[in-house]
């Protein structure tokens, strides 16, 4: 999740770089955000598939899960939010 630990990203940080070839770059992080797992469907196994294709199908079906749970652009004010929200289960 990307609101987990984040870094900042200025001109400022480029500059100090390139003046002191030492890379500058503090992290911050760390929120009491929620880190969620989602498991999709299973892939179901087949024989005749090679290692490429389970591969590939991998990924599309991370990507779905993706697309359907995470917010984009997410962002801090929005995860800390949602880890004090309380989320209706479905029965």
């Known amino acids: 999740n990307k609101n987990d630990f984040a870094y900042f990203k200025t001109g400022l940080f480029k500059w100090l770089y390139e003046k002191f070839h ?4 503090p992290m911050y992080g760390g929120f009491p955000v929620k880190l969620r797992t989602f498991l999709g469907d299973p892939i179901p196994y087949d024989p005749k598939v090679t290692a490429e294709e389970l591969a590939e199908k ?10 359907k749970h995470q917010r984009i652009p997410g ?5 800390l939010l949602d880890r ?3 989320e209706q289960k479905a029965h």
């Open 58 to 67: 991998t990924k599309n079906a991370v990507q779905a899960l993706i697309d």
């Open 22 to 25: 030492y890379p500058f770059a």
């Open 75 to 79: 962002n801090i004010r929005s995860a």
């Open 84 to 86: 004090f929200h309380k």
